[in-house]
T-cell receptor, first 113, second 114 residues
Framework: AQSVTQLGSHVSVSEGALVLLRCNYS??????LFWYVQYPNQGLQLLLK??????LVKGINGFEAEFKKSETSFHLTKPSAHMSDAAEYFC???????????FGTGTRLTVIP | EAQVTQNPRYLITVTGKKLTVTCSQN?????MSWYRQDPGLGLRQIYY???????DKGDVPEGYKVSRKEKRNFPLILESPSPNQTSLYFC?????????????FGSGTQLSVL
């Protein structure tokens, strides 16, 4: 069985500060991992994904995430938060691919001017 | 423009009154899926379809039906809606079944069942 835990349903950061959104997964086999972002009144958009290869994955809008097998984590980071980053972020795991996803409960990011 | 279109965006109905939420994609995608989003629960898959006339249950299929008669359309049907189906619904599609594809999401349908 696979599952995803996102620590912190709400995270607030100041503009220009580091963004760190946490995601831990549970899986019996090496999973594929994804981060999606949902802006207000919109559907989800793919930020980045880890499938195989390099464990540090770069995505859109300056975000990146590192797959750490020993910690079963896939935390999302961005060095400097921008107001436009305010959104809800979902971590997701799959054993078979991008269209068989199991989503976490989401983290709402607020950026304070 | 490549997109997944859901209709309606907002819907208020009463218990037991059948309704259909439509979903259409213009990208010739094989895979389509429905999710519901609830506070504190994230997104949960209701049904998915690998191709025309091929559908299967997701994690929370009870109370829902789907059909895939054409590649572009994947309607979600609630035969007898109940208040616990009040939720935000998303349709999604992707080109192929596989890990190198990404899901394209619609803008969502907010359903309230009174």
């Amino acid at each position: 069985a696979q599952s995803v835990t996102q620590l912190g349903s709400h995270v607030s950061v100041s503009e220009g500060a580091l963004v760190l959104l946490r995601c831990n997964y549970s899986s019996s086999v090496p999973p594929y991992l994804f981060w999606y972002v949902q802006y207000p009144n919109q559907g989800l958009q793919l930020l980045l994904k880890y499938t195989t290869g390099a464990t540090l994955v770069k995505g859109i809008n300056g975000f990146e995430a590192e797959f750490k097998k020993s910690e079963t984590s896939f935390h999302l980071t961005k060095p400097s938060a921008h107001m436009s980053d305010a959104a809800e972020y979902f971590c997701a795991v799959s054993l078979t691919g991008a269209n068989n996803l199991f989503f976490g409960t989401g983290t709402r990011l607020t950026v304070i001017p | 423009e490549a997109q997944v279109t859901q209709n309606p965006r907002y819907l208020i109905t009463v218990t037991g009154k059948k309704l259909t939420v439509t979903c259409s994609q213009n990208m010739n995608h094989e895979y389509m899926s429905w999710y519901r989003q609830d506070p504190g629960l994230g997104l949960r898959q209701i049904y998915y379809s690998m191709n025309v006339e091929v559908t299967d249950k997701g994690d929370v299929p009870e109370g829902y039906k789907v059909s895939r008669k054409e590649k572009r359309n994947f309607p979600l049907i609630l035969e007898s809606p109940s208040p616990n189906q009040t939720s935000l619904y998303f349709c999604a599609s992707s080109l192929l079944v596989g890990l190198n594809e990404k899901l394209f999401f619609g803008s969502g349908t907010q359903l309230s069942v009174l």
